[in-house]
């Protein structure tokens, strides 16, 4: 192919771990929740869609971007926690179907009101002044917000490793995800564990959310592609596991963006090829359990 | 319904149940309701929801002016006319069916809207079948070929040959000779590129390469850097309503406009407004019209003011402004006529010689395309009156058959 050099090659890496970053925030969170609760989340794209919706909120009543990336998470968060408690919580030991069915028609509820409320149209959403622009980065012109965003990601996993691997809540995350049934033998309130890491989950979706405002503005239906594709994150980096939707998440974003650079109408049916791959060589995924939907 | 704009499906459902229960009431009032004749119902089929929602929506702000004014100015001997507006979600199946309830049920007596070359072809399919007039306000070039044209079909709107045929002559000889597209893989993006490549014949004109996405797109950057290492001197971005609004932000983010000149073949005056100066910035597009022309033009400034006064102050955007020469060419047609029978309804619409609001129209009469002029437009940048003086026009190619296809071209018998 004419004009392909290196530095092509090098910004199209850049912008498949950018778009990849938004994968993987919204891969944690359904891998955490998924992980832990047995819960497959469909509402997942619904909370990252009101994440944008709510620094829109925030920001037309006097926010910037830089409260809304703490206040965002916080308020999505704490519905995340009442969705939880009320909704999910009556139907723990029931089959994975039953909260997979309520949280598939949440989401449809969630996407409804946010059109009732702000209207089916949609709103541009603007780049905070100071990640405006594009920087060199050595092969060519990459726009500053998108290393942010790729800044922001890390500095979220950062935080969410040193949780579970630094605290003693972290500990007992761990072990409930192994085996929550010891763990509540031992004399833990694993409710309270799953409470908490529902709201954690649906926070970090928020965040992921309020980060791809600025790239695509804010629609009611943002959440439901980039769901299907974070499931697939998900199932490629193994079900549960947190390392496997972090690689899994930037290795399908580099996926997209080289097949991009190729063969631009395949993109969207490489993420799918990709998953068909990992899954008959590697059944679980990258890190998953095996036997772990049964 | 005639002045309401249905903010939400449900509101569509709900009277869409209210029809059905006037039907089912039907027998039973028959006799109360023969002595009232029935309103002229036009059938309004547009995507409401979707990519290209903020101009769907300014289309059937613009379609109830064309109404209040029929109907303020008597409507057909006293009877009236009403608009019947349905989602179609930007979906070529939903649109048949919204079009064929609207005939079926509504009995819609015209269909005038959609908003997408790929979509408008299906609602034809329908009318054509049900031999209903339908005039479309979007760019299509097939709906006049052969194939997909019957008497019923009219096209208020450009065709996207007018349109990158303008556009691309303007460009193409101040901007340079080497392009690049960024083109939304439907027809609409297909057609345009055809259109600029068949105006850049005999210019001289290279292209470099042909990027197509997926319509509904919300991310380029995997693209972007491909089409800045083709080093163009423009990029025409072929796409419509969002994804032109995040293609140019996009762009922008990337640096594109530092080397590149960036060349749209419609320029939409919502998502201007909506997507602010910066991502427009430099562009420079087509537009079947731009409301600031009324300082020159007595009909843009009565239409103008008509749209002001029935929707608080705001000012029509371009494919609004369709949707408001779609309905007032039918309805005046209706008038000539006399009556609402389609075949003299037809005629009288092969015969309207108009100016609605952008200068003068007429329907060809081979292919029922709405000759008319062509403005290229750019952003302005200072000396802005208002939140809605947001361009300049730059260059205004007149009304010219020899710009569109010829008759033969599209299969007609001259």
Redesign the interface.
Known sequence: MA?L?L??IG??LF??V??GAVYVLLAIGLSLIFGMLTVVNFAHGAFYMLGAYVGLWLMAHGGNFWLCLVLVPLVVGGIGLAVERVLIRPLYGRGIDYPLLLTFGLSYIIVELV??TF??????F??PEVL???VDIGV????L??LFVIAATAVILFGLWLFLERTSFGLIIRAGARDPLIVRVLGVNVSKVWLIVFGMGTAIAAFAGLLAAP???V?PE?GG?ILAEAFVVTVVGGMGSLLGAVLAGILVGVV??MT??FA??M??VAIFALMALVLLIRPQGFFGRAGLMS | MTSKTP??TTLNRRSLIAGGAAIAAAPFSFHTARAQEPTIKIGFPVP??GPY??EA?DQVRAAEVAIAEFNAGGGLGGRKAELLVRDDKLNPGEAATRALELIENDKANFIVGSLSAAVQLAINNVTKQRGVIFNSISQSDAINEVADFSKYTFHEALTPHLTAGAVGRYAFSKFGKKVAFLTA?YAYGHEMVRGFQEAGKGMGVEVLGD????IGA??F??????L???KPDILVINNFG?DQ??AL??AT???LK?TTKIVVPIMLFTGRQ???L?AFDGVVGGTSYYWGIEDQLPSAKSFNDQFRKLHGGRVPSDYGAMGYAGVRTVLQAVKNAGTVETDKVITALESLKYDYYKGPQYFRKCDHQSVQSVMIIECKTKDMRNDADVFQVVANEAPNEANLRSCEALGHKA
Not at chain 1, 140 to 143: E, V
Not at chain 2, 211 to 214: A, D, V
Not at chain 2, 221 to 226: A, F, G, I, N, V
């Open positions: 004009g050099t530095d092509l910004l199209q912008a498949g950018a778009l059109r009732i209207g089916k149209a949609g709103f541009p603007d780049t405006q622009g594009a060519g012109f990459f726009p917000y998108r790239l695509q503005g629609i943002m592609t997209v963006s991009s650079l631009p109408e993109a969207k | 903010r939400s409401l929801t929602g903020a929506q893989d990027i197509r996405h997926p919300t991310d950057s995997t693209l972007l850097p491909r800045q290492s083709m969002r609004q995040i932000k996009q983010d990337f640096g530092k909506s997507a602010g910066a």
